[in-house]
Structures are given as C-alpha cells and as structure tokens.
C-alpha cells in the first residue's frame, strides 16, 4: 500500500514528508487509517542518535489511534470500521516466558519496535505513526473504547502505558504517597493515573512555576527539585518515585525523599546517571529501579481504565506541518501536555 509519512533523514535533518509503502496484509494483519498519533520525547531521543545509531529514512510515532480499513483472513478481533491503537511494539517472539507472561516488552528476543526494528519475517525497518497507514499484527492492535475520545487519547499508548504500569506493579492505591519528577507528556500522565487510583500525588518539578497545571490534573502539591528547604521538609515523605526527565541527572536529590522501603522508578532517562551515593539506600532499605512501558495486556488494560475514569490526556492538537515546530517547543519549553498531530488531513499522492 502506497503512503506518507514524516521522515527524518539524518539526526539533524528536521522531518519531512516521504513517500513509502506498507506491507501487503498477511493473514494476521490489521490495516490501519492514522487519525492521531502523539509526539513522545522518545521520538526525539530516537531520531537524534541519543540511543545509538538508526536506520534512516526514519519515521517515528508510537502513540497511534486510528480506523482499521483492511483486514487479514486470519483476523479474528478486528473488523473494517474499529477504533484502534498501536503503540510502542509491533511484534515479539510470542514463545519465550516473558511474551507467555504478556510482557512482550521484555521478550527474550528482543520486541520489534513500532519504528526503526528490523520486522521478524522480512527484515524490513518498520516505520511508526508519523504517517498515513500502519499495518500490524492483529495481537500489538489495541481496542480503542467509544467512551475515549479518539482525538485526545494517543498518549495512552506510551506516557499512559509506561507510567500505569509502574504504578501497578509498586501497588499504588488509595493513599500511596507518589511523587513525579518532570511535568511532560509522561509524568502528566502519571499524575492523573496515580490520582485516579487514589494516592496523594505530588509534582517534583525545577519550580513552582507549573504549579496551576499540577493541581489542575489532581497533583495535591509541587515541589521545587531545586528547593533545598523545600526538599529538606519532604525528606521520607513518599512510597514511591516516578522519574520522567529525559537527560543524566542524580539521584541523590530525590533519594531522601522516600520513605523507608520506597522506591524510585526511573522511566525516563536512559543511559549513564550521575553516581548516586549509597547511604540513604542502605539506611532506609530504599530502592531504585527501572520500567518499560507495558505489556499489551496491560496497555488494554490501561486505556480500559482511561475509558471508565474519564481520564484523557492533555493533548495540544497540532498539523502535520507543525511536527518540526513541536519538536523544538518540546525540548525548549517543556510543555505539561503533549502535541499529538491530526493526521486526518494528510494526503497521500
Ligand atoms: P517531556 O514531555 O519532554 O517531559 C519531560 C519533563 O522532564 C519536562 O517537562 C521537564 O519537567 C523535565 N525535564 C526536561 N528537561 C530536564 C532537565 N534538563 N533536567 C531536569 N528535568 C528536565 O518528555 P516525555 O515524553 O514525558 O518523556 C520523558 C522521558 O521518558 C524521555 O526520556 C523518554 O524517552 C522516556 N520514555 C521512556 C519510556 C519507558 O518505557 N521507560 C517510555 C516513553 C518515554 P519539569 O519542567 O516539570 O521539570
Ligand atoms: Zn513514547
């Protein structure tokens, strides 16, 4: 199937639009119309080489809604006319324990990324939602419930999915003392989900100045990361850490924050971190560990629990020509929402 997408061609290229073709369905495949698809910093990480080389043309985008057009004979969930997702993988070895265990995230093989992975059957680079059409396998297709609104819930697939899943596993519920440090795409997320599961929610962020955006989502108060009074009074004062900021930073800052047994979930930056000193770790048994998005069990999961709680992103709605200006805005203003681009306009020649 001939379509367009936006392709970066080097890390500093900026993208633009590119023609390109999507497989033939095989007999498992969902054809899929892009309607949304959201800008993840991920995106950016990816196509400006942070994470090691890529294969270019590149066109990121894994946070993707739209209708399935088309479907393979073998399709059992999934007709023409569905509201749909895809979000960060499409395909895993579907055999090892971890795949069993619906955490294709950490398959034993190695997920195929919804962008810039080999695919398992022809090698080609997949190519993500910065585009027209996608075709996936109909197990990495999410369903997408009447009661979300298809133009705001993109960001469900990777900044809900890799801060649900976090909060799930340390048991967050009614009460949990949860702090977020970086009030982007993924820790707005945060915010909401840990407040819709009842915790006390508190925003880490360089200031107050995002204060009004944090208590608009259900933060019960922000903390300024570069206060020193104010992180002296919130020593031991959280159960758990989501750590969303994108770049080396320390621990040691965030590290006496948590409470006995409490743990820092780093989502955010991959790659090297400043050493961390050890005493408050040992001292207070506290943890610091790491999580990858979800599952696809789990990302139903977490886009069902967004249906029934009314939860939606919060989600600046932009043209597919704006996708460069996002970009710069994303890293120089660091928005509390996240750009999510209207593909339903784009044309393909
Ligand atoms: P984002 O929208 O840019 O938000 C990041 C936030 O971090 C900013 O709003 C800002 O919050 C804070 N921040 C930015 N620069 C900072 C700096 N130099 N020092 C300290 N704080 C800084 O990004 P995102 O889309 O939420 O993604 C966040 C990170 O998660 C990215 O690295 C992305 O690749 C990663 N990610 C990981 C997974 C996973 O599976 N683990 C999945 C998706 C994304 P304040 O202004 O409030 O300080
Ligand atoms: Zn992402």
């Known amino acids: 199937m001939k379509t367009v997408g936006y392709a970066a061609h080097s890390p500093t290229s900026g993208l633009e639009p590119y023609e390109f073709s999507r497989r033939e369905l095989r007999g498992n495949d969902v054809a899929i119309e892009i309607l949304y698809s959201g800008i993840c910093h991920s995106d950016l990480h990816t196509v400006h080489g942070d994470w090691g080389e890529q294969p270019y043309p590149l066109i990121p985008g894994h946070e993707i809604i739209g209708k399935v057009i088309d479907?393979?004979?073998?399709?059992?969930?999934?007709?023409?006319?569905?509201?749909?997702?895809?979000?960060?993988?499409?395909?895993?070895?579907?055999?090892?324990?971890?795949?069993?265990?619906?955490?294709?995230?950490?398959?034993?093989?190695?997920?195929?990324?919804?962008?810039?992975?080999?695919?398992?059957?022809?090698?080609?680079?997949?190519?993500?939602?910065?585009?027209?059409?996608?075709?996936?396998?109909?197990?990495?297709?999410?369903?997408?419930?009447?009661?979300?609104?298809?133009?705001?819930?993109?960001?469900?697939?990777?900044?809900?999915?890799?801060?649900?899943?976090?909060?799930?596993?340390?048991?967050?519920?009614?009460?949990?003392?949860?702090?977020?440090?970086?009030?982007?795409?993924?820790?707005?997320?945060?915010?909401?989900?840990?407040?819709?599961?009842?915790?006390?929610?508190?925003?880490?962020?360089?200031?107050?100045?995002?204060?009004?955006?944090?208590?608009?989502?259900?933060?019960?108060?922000?903390?300024?990361?570069?206060?020193?009074?104010?992180?002296?009074?919130?020593?031991?004062?959280?159960?758990?850490?989501?750590?969303?900021?994108?770049?080396?930073?320390?621990?040691?800052?965030?590290?006496?924050?948590?409470?006995?047994?409490?743990?820092?979930?780093?989502v955010g930056q991959v790659g090297e971190m400043d050493e961390p000193v050890t005493a408050p770790l040992i001292m207070g048994r506290r943890r610091i560990a790491g999580s990858l998005i979800g599952g696809i069990k789990e990302t139903q999961e977490v886009l069902d629990f967004c249906a029934e709680h009314n939860i939606h992103p919060d989600c600046e709605v932009i043209k597919p020509e704006q996708i460069n200006e996002a970009w710069d805005k994303l890293q120089k203003e660091n928005p509390s929402h996240r750009y999510v681009i209207d593909m339903t306009n784009l044309k393909v020649s």
């Open 71 to 266: 479907v393979g004979p073998e399709v059992k969930k999934y007709k023409v006319g569905d509201s749909v997702g895809v979000g960060c993988m499409v395909d895993s070895c579907q055999t090892c324990d971890q795949c069993h265990n619906h955490e294709e995230q950490y398959c034993r093989e190695g997920m195929t990324a919804t962008y810039g992975s080999e695919d398992r059957i022809t090698g080609e680079i997949t190519q993500g939602g910065y585009s027209k059409h996608i075709v996936a396998r109909e197990e990495f297709v999410l369903k997408i419930s009447d009661k979300l609104d298809i133009s705001k819930a993109a960001p469900i697939l990777c900044a809900g999915i890799t801060t649900y899943s976090p909060l799930k596993t340390w048991n967050v519920k009614k009460g949990t003392r949860v702090g977020v440090i970086g009030l982007g795409g993924l820790g707005h997320m945060a915010v909401k989900l840990a407040s819709a599961m009842g915790a006390e929610v508190t925003v880490i962020s360089r200031s107050t100045d995002k204060e009004k955006e944090a208590k608009a989502i259900g933060g019960k108060a922000i903390l300024s990361s570069r206060d020193e009074s104010a992180l002296e009074a919130a020593a031991s004062s959280f159960d758990l850490i989501i750590d969303t900021v994108p770049v080396k930073h320390d621990f040691d800052t965030y590290t006496p924050l948590l409470d006995i047994d409490g743990t820092h979930v780093i």
